[in-house]
């Protein structure tokens, strides 16, 4: 029997459960919460009616994600990085930026899209209860 492949195995099956982390009543009040999910660090976030859960640490160097405001950016609703400024979808975790045509006078600043760099997690309601599941990525 291949132990280390036994220990994967029985890894990527648990980081596939929902785990309870908390009444959303609770969560709903303090509109976020902090919590472990098998050994990984995740904010939840209660936004506008929907919770979003997300790696605590920033992709980009691991500032804290958990102390900011939610701000709208393009009218998507991010988290801003509180080490660098990094904007950060909570919907999809893109990472949003601001680009300007340097060629064209009469150019405006745009966003744009760094693509998908935070990795973002399921959350589940079921009876008042919220359960985060792990993405795979």
Same mark, same amino acid.
């Given at each position: 029997?291949?132990?280390?492949?036994?220990?994967?195995?029985?890894?990527?099956?648990?980081?596939?459960?929902?785990?309870?982390?908390?009444?959303?009543?609770?969560?709903?009040?303090?509109?976020?919460?902090?919590? =472990?999910?098998?050994?990984?660090?995740?904010? %939840?976030?209660?936004?506008? !009616? $929907?919770?979003?859960?997300?790696? /605590?640490?920033?992709?980009?160097?691991?500032?804290?994600?958990?102390?900011?405001?939610?701000?709208?950016?393009?009218?998507?609703?991010?988290? =801003?990085?509180?080490?660098?400024?990094?904007? %950060?979808?909570?919907?999809? !975790? $893109?990472?949003?930026?601001?680009? /300007?045509?340097?060629?064209?006078?009469?150019?405006?600043?745009?966003?744009?899209?760094?693509?998908?760099?935070?990795?973002?997690?399921?959350?589940?309601?079921?009876?008042?209860?919220?359960?985060?599941?792990?993405?795979?990525?």
């Amino acid at each position: 029997m291949d132990l280390q492949r036994s220990t994967q195995d029985l890894k990527t099956i648990e980081n596939n459960y929902s785990v309870y982390v908390g009444r959303e009543e609770n969560i709903k009040k303090s509109q976020r919460m902090t919590t =472990v999910v098998h050994d990984r660090e995740v904010v %939840i976030f209660y936004h506008k !009616g $929907e919770y979003h859960a997300m790696d /605590i640490c920033s992709y980009h160097l691991g500032g804290s994600l958990h102390l900011r405001e939610i701000e709208d950016f393009d009218e998507q609703a991010c988290i =801003v990085c509180s080490w660098h400024k990094y904007k %950060i979808t909570l919907s999809i !975790g $893109e990472g949003l930026y601001q680009s /300007i045509n340097p060629k064209d006078s009469s150019a405006v600043l745009k966003w744009c899209s760094k693509g998908i760099k935070q990795r973002i997690h399921t959350v589940t309601v079921k009876n008042g209860h919220i359960y985060v599941t792990l993405s795979k990525a």
